[in-house]
């Protein structure tokens, strides 16, 4: 069975128990209460440090308006018992419980409510049209779901959100000492928490899509990341030389198109995307995984430092701190004029040159750091010219 449906069912169970007057989250054994990070759980929940789908926090940066359409993923209750049913904006809902749905449309009916789309189904696959959202939101949904899905449903928000959209998403912190705890309530609900991504894992992926208006930590282990969705300018066929590569393996794509445009700009990354089929996350987790991969531009002038073990011993240090202190920049970065880039190499195969540099694929040897600076000094004099 799918991770999503037996979320699904579990949700079906608490609906069950909520006609009954039992509240899941209270009504907890004795062996649960006993752990000795249930107390921190309950001050958590009474004292509102759990940033649940009521937050005020989430409504006062979505900012709902009149003729706006607003995407509840996931936590579709909210319409019904955390005011979303006030809110101006158009309300449509994505659940996996199907109980849930069926509960909701009885509610809009009785209360006589005007609301867009309320669908049982699962959050990376939706029927919404692209760019059909202004706002959104994924509140306690994304703790159920391994990477690989949690990958996919990031794609399909940054779908159907509209360019300068906002949105609303948590996970859970696993570097949290109370996620362990948490963890035993899920499991207990019958709903096992399957997250396995870092924050900063997590981060990199949101990314590609979406610009970061603030995050925020609370006292029961989630991460809440208030978003806005990046507007990606799409230019016809300004990657057309990139065309015939493009079965090559997203590897080899990659490596192709740092050939062509000299780094891997976030719109570059995105049209890798498009044309391969690949989610933005996974094409930019494996550009920021791989150090051959720049996403950066490189100067005009690529200064390459030896490293190797005749260089070393004659002193390679001494010159990588004097190009460093010229430049003022580290490895791997440009110059703020853009005329250089400088990397380490393992060695240039001029051993009796040591120490040595190349630039452009002319190599300078027997430096010493006045000699380096001075080379780079002549050539930013050219350049400058």
Same mark, same amino acid.
């Given at each position: 069975?799918?991770?999503?449906?037996?979320?699904?069912?579990?949700?079906?169970?608490?609906?069950?128990?909520?006609?009954?007057?039992?509240?899941?989250?209270?009504?907890?054994?004795?062996?649960?209460?006993?752990?000795?990070?249930?107390?921190?759980?309950?001050?958590?929940?009474?004292?509102?440090?759990?940033?649940?789908?009521?937050?005020?926090?989430?409504?006062?940066?979505?900012?709902?308006?009149?003729?706006?359409?607003?995407?509840?993923?996931?936590?579709?209750?909210?319409?019904?018992?955390?005011?979303?049913?006030?809110?101006?904006?158009?309300?449509?809902?994505?659940?996996?419980?199907?109980?849930?749905?069926?509960? *909701?449309? #009885?509610?809009?009916? /009785?209360?006589?409510?005007?609301? +867009?789309? !309320?669908?049982?189904?699962? %959050?990376?696959?939706?029927?919404?049209?692209?760019?059909?959202?202004?706002?959104?939101?994924?509140?306690?949904?994304?703790?159920?779901?391994?990477?690989?899905?949690?990958?996919?449903?990031?794609?399909?928000?940054?779908?159907?959100?509209?360019?300068?959209?906002?949105?609303?998403?948590?996970?859970?912190?696993?570097?949290?000492?109370?996620?362990?705890?948490?963890?035993?309530?899920?499991?207990?609900?019958?709903?096992?928490?399957?997250?396995?991504?870092?924050?900063?894992?997590?981060?990199?992926?949101?990314?590609?899509?979406?610009?970061?208006?603030?995050?925020?930590?609370?006292?029961?282990?989630?991460?809440?990341?208030?978003?806005?969705?990046?507007?990606?300018?799409?230019?016809?066929?300004?990657?057309?030389?990139?065309?015939?590569?493009?079965?090559?393996? *997203?590897? #080899?794509?990659?490596? /192709?198109?740092?050939?062509?445009? +000299?780094? !891997?700009?976030?719109?570059? %990354?995105?049209?890798?995307?498009?044309?391969?089929?690949?989610?933005?996350?996974?094409?930019?987790?494996?550009?920021?995984?791989?150090?051959?991969?720049?996403?950066?531009?490189?100067?005009?002038?690529?200064?390459?430092?030896?490293?190797?073990?005749?260089?070393?011993?004659?002193?390679?240090?001494?010159?990588?701190?004097?190009?460093?202190?010229?430049?003022?920049?580290?490895?791997?970065?440009?110059?703020?004029?853009?005329?250089?880039?400088?990397?380490?190499?393992?060695?240039?195969?001029?051993?009796?040159?040591?120490?040595?540099?190349?630039?452009?694929?002319?190599?300078?040897?027997?430096?010493?750091?006045?000699?380096?600076?001075?080379?780079?000094?002549?050539?930013?004099?050219?350049?400058?010219?």
């Amino acid at each position: 069975m799918e991770d999503f449906e037996i979320v699904g069912k579990s949700y079906d169970k608490t609906i069950e128990l909520g006609a009954k007057g039992i509240d899941p989250y209270k009504d907890l054994p004795e062996w649960i209460k006993a752990d000795p990070d249930y107390p921190a759980f309950e001050r958590a929940r009474n004292d509102g440090g759990d940033s649940g789908s009521d937050d005020p926090r989430i409504k006062a940066f979505l900012n709902p308006s009149a003729g706006e359409r607003f995407v509840d993923l996931g936590c579709s209750l909210n319409l019904m018992l955390r005011g979303y049913d006030a809110w101006p904006s158009e309300y449509h809902g994505v659940d996996v419980s199907a109980k849930t749905i069926e509960l *909701l449309k #009885g509610f809009v009916a /009785k209360n006589n409510l005007t609301v +867009g789309a !309320l669908i049982n189904g699962s %959050l990376h696959e939706t029927p919404f049209e692209a760019d059909y959202f202004d706002i959104g939101a994924c509140v306690g949904s994304l703790e159920y779901f391994k990477k690989d899905f949690v990958e996919k449903a990031l794609s399909e928000f940054n779908r159907i959100l509209k360019p300068s959209g906002r949105f609303v998403l948590d996970i859970p912190n696993i570097t949290s000492p109370m996620r362990r705890f948490m963890n035993i309530l899920e499991e207990y609900q019958g709903r096992p928490d399957k997250f396995d991504i870092s924050p900063d894992e997590f981060e990199a992926m949101l990314r590609p899509f979406f610009s970061f208006e603030r995050v925020d930590y609370d006292g029961v282990a989630m991460i809440q990341y208030y978003l806005t969705k990046k507007e990606m300018k799409k230019e016809p066929n300004k990657y057309k030389e990139l065309e015939p590569y493009l079965e090559s393996g *997203l590897i #080899g794509v990659l490596q /192709k198109a740092q050939g062509l445009y +000299g780094w !891997l700009s976030e719109d570059l %990354l995105a049209h890798v995307a498009e044309k391969t089929g690949q989610s933005r996350a996974k094409v930019y987790g494996v550009a920021t995984f791989y150090a051959q991969f720049r996403l950066k531009p490189m100067g005009r002038r690529h200064i390459l430092l030896c490293q190797g073990t005749a260089c070393h011993v004659n002193g390679s240090a001494e010159i990588e701190e004097a190009v460093r202190e010229e430049l003022g920049v580290s490895e791997g970065e440009t110059t703020a004029d853009g005329i250089f880039s400088y990397n380490n190499v393992a060695c240039l195969g001029c051993c009796s040159l040591s120490p040595a540099m190349m630039i452009d694929g002319k190599a300078y040897g027997s430096l010493t750091p006045g000699k380096a600076k001075a080379i780079i000094r002549e050539i930013r004099k050219e350049e400058t010219v």
